[in-house]
């Protein structure tokens, strides 16, 4: 059968071309399609279905710190967006233009949100008069639109999904908190739930978000040693607010300007998953935002039995896990390399000699190891594995992020530890944003962040050998 | 306290000004933001939460069905849209138009998504070639935008939350019966968790949707005796797919073209809320869809335990329903005027007598009724009336919908009814689209729909007198 064949034709090895792996896994793993939209995908039930997990403990977690959700319009006046100078610039080049609506022009052109601060600012310079009105700690659930120029799925799109949150509060110090616990509570999700272990960080001033005072960023390593930026946390301190006149009276019966923040994340977690975690047989989900954790394949499903059995067995684990049974009338063979491709952590296979032995075999994604199991004891067998697999993913990914890890004392050595070895460098920087443009210009590395994790490697600049103030982690990013 | 005295200032009523009465109610009960950006709300936490309800249980019943949701883009290439020529015609007046990707003019303008069906279509294209791919049972959660002259929140806005659902089948029964099937579970969504009684029907091919063969609908009556399409699901035949070549090889080994539906609810259910259970206190939300059930008001909260009690009161209510707790420093005057303005179903008031006597009061915001309740029974009795409204709620509201329903049997009658009794008219019609219009011009009444539930009230159409050919209702619309 043709459409058989399709999926269990190997992909494209990591080795051989990391970039061809991937595009092969999202499309044969089926999470997203390309559509006829330039720059844009579609996101296919499996792939959406690991954003809507993702959705989910984010917005739990969101919520417990006092997180409330609103939804703001998608466009953004022209003479709104111009409100904040830095702001403006850093965006004005890659939004998308709505000139026209029906068949009439527009009075005032419109943009399609790249990002919300300038409309929160808006809404909060109407709603905010006193002090009992902070802090507004608003969140979004939402597409933004940047028009990029090279495009990959999940990475870099025209449109994506993301959250952003947005607040709003008294004082410098309040703001600060929160920019520092969404940072936390980001790399904490992405460490426990999605098994990514992150560096976490504040970017230099040339990486900083356009307005900001300051921004934060967790930092993962792909497997091909490139860094991915996979959340950011911003400090903005009173800068929107003035630009939007944003005053509260205060107890003191004086009027004040609030301290805002924002931080946000994306579908490229999902990206992030992909190359942190894939193999040459395709995706290897963490257990614990895996859509489905099981799935259940009989063998000979035409024998008598088979079938029933492998229904019993999906309702007992129903309660433990989430889990499916593939039932459709593909070989074995094929249903594994498909349930391989798609990344479930666990395959249970039943056949008729499995049952007439009241036992199992139970398939690890993530390492194949194999283990036949007593029926009487499957739910306990399973929750187990998939605890166990959660946490050595993360093992795996912190051991493979700290052999890509090199520390480089002088120029020299940064830039042979560029040319050979792919992931983070640790160095030391005096500061200067020169010595940050010439690495790039040099090597194509840039600052990943200036790590809460410092550590005294030398006393100077590995550029330009000048007294060092900070280490960075330094890395090819995508 | 200036913020205080803004909440328990009255509203309008709803006899006096009924389009005023809404206005205030979404604004006080803090529902919505009027935003910067013409024609656009901003949808706040109170606004936000009911359509986080509403979506968490449709996506449940939808996903018990066998949908999955997927992500489009927001984008549709001007000749994408132009494909289907009905489609097109009915969309095309009312899209905003982006014309530009930062400083460069686009090679083709693209329309933001008024509806999606161009892209689903061109997405089953590419992704249907058997009918192993059949059926495809696809929805998404998003915004569209679609050019409004005259705008109102949450019934009319250029841009709007919804749920597209996009469905691809091998026959035109499989079709049909998914078509009904979305229209049968609006309908018990809305009755049974909105607690708004709907007439299900066919709209007449007057009032169809732009490329459909039949569109259903359900149809709500409002408190001011006004319609409100609630929902709809759409039957396309085969028109999209041989215009999108959407074509499976059957088991026949026979090329076939698909046949489609698709299906969507909006953020217009909580006006549809507000309108049908507000009252000239505010809000009055089911407690099925109420984000907070219940609300507990400590009484003199200064005195020696009363703050200790309300919390294990708090702790005692969240394992039965959704419950907070107002420990403000406002009076309880203005906390029972909150509460009520937001429709919170239930409220408990606890103070030191009643800690006293180990009771509270209970008091229903739909009725008001008050119940004095022993603390040992609090869980018991709060769950039991948390049922209890829910149900009565719906009775209201199709006894209401019920009074003003009338029946016209000649033109006189119909024309009277619409002049001096405010809801639906129950008449027979001929099927010609001349006395729809002639109806439509001399009244302002329009069809809503041909119901599933016929009835036979005479020979003939309540307009031309010719024979009729069904019962139709009609009424006026937002």
């Not at 709104?80 to 702001?87: A, P, Q, T």
């Not at 019966?253 to 923040?261: A, D, E, R, S």
Request: charged residues 30%.
């Amino acid at each position: 059968m043709a459409n058989d064949k399709k999926l269990v034709e190997s992909i494209t090895s990591m080795e051989d071309d990391f970039a061809q792996w991937y595009t092969d896994v999202v499309k044969k793993a089926e999470l997203i399609e390309y559509s006829s939209v330039k720059g844009c995908m579609i996101l296919r039930p499996s792939g959406y279905a690991i954003w809507e997990m993702i959705q989910q403990e984010l917005d739990r977690r969101f919520k417990e710190t006092g997180v409330e959700n609103v939804y703001m319009p998608m466009f953004i006046p022209e003479s709104l967006l111009n409100k904040e100078k830095d702001h403006v610039e850093g965006f004005a080049p890659e939004v998308a233009w709505v000139t026209h609506g029906g068949n009439d022009p527009l009075a005032e052109r419109m943009c399609i949100r790249p990002t919300s601060e300038t409309l929160f600012c808006d809404f909060y310079s109407n709603i905010i008069q006193s002090y009992r009105d902070l802090p507004k700690l608003y969140n979004q659930w939402c597409s933004v639109c940047r028009w990029e120029k090279t495009t990959r799925p999940f990475l870099r799109t025209t449109e994506f999904l993301w959250q952003e949150g947005h607040t709003a509060h008294a004082t410098a110090e309040d703001a600060e908190e929160r920019t520092i616990m969404m940072l936390n509570l980001y790399a904490d999700f992405c460490e426990n739930v999605l098994a990514i272990p992150m560096i976490k960080g504040r970017k230099t001033d040339k990486e900083k978000f356009a307005g900001a005072e300051a921004t934060y960023t967790i930092e993962a390593l792909m497997h091909d040693g490139k860094a991915l930026q996979s959340g950011t946390s911003h400090n903005f301190g009173d800068g929107f607010a003035k630009a939007f006149d944003i005053q509260y009276t205060d107890k003191d019966n004086k009027l004040k300007y609030v301290h805002q923040t924002s931080w946000g994340m994306t579908t490229r977690l999902i990206g992030a998953i992909i190359m942190v975690h894939g193999d040459n047989s395709g995706l290897v989900l963490p257990p614990m935002v895996a859509p489905t954790q099981v799935m259940i394949i009989p063998i000979m499903q035409k024998k008598e039995g088979v079938l029933e059995k492998a229904d019993e067995l999906q309702k007992r684990l129903e309660k433990v896990c989430r889990v499916k049974t593939d039932t459709t009338d593909k070989t074995p063979g094929f249903k594994f390399a498909e349930q391989e491709m798609r990344g479930i952590p666990l395959r249970v296979e039943i056949g008729p000699k499995d049952i007439e032995a009241n036992q199992a075999v139970i398939v690890r994604r993530d390492t194949r190891e194999k283990y036949t199991v007593s029926l009487d004891e499957l739910e306990s067998r399973i929750s187990e594995l998939l605890v166990t697999i959660q946490k050595d993913m993360l093992d795996r990914a912190a051991k493979h992020r700290d052999a890509h890890t090199t520390t480089a004392l002088n120029y020299d050595e940064f830039k042979e530890a560029v040319a050979t070895k792919p992931g983070f460098i640790k160095a030391m920087w005096c500061g200067d944003v020169a010595c940050e443009n010439k690495i790039k210009e040099d090597t194509t590395a840039t600052s990943r962040c200036m790590p809460f994790s410092q550590e005294h490697l030398s006393d100077n600049c590995v550029c330009c050998g000048k007294p060092a103030k900070t280490m960075v982690y330094w890395g090819k990013a995508y």
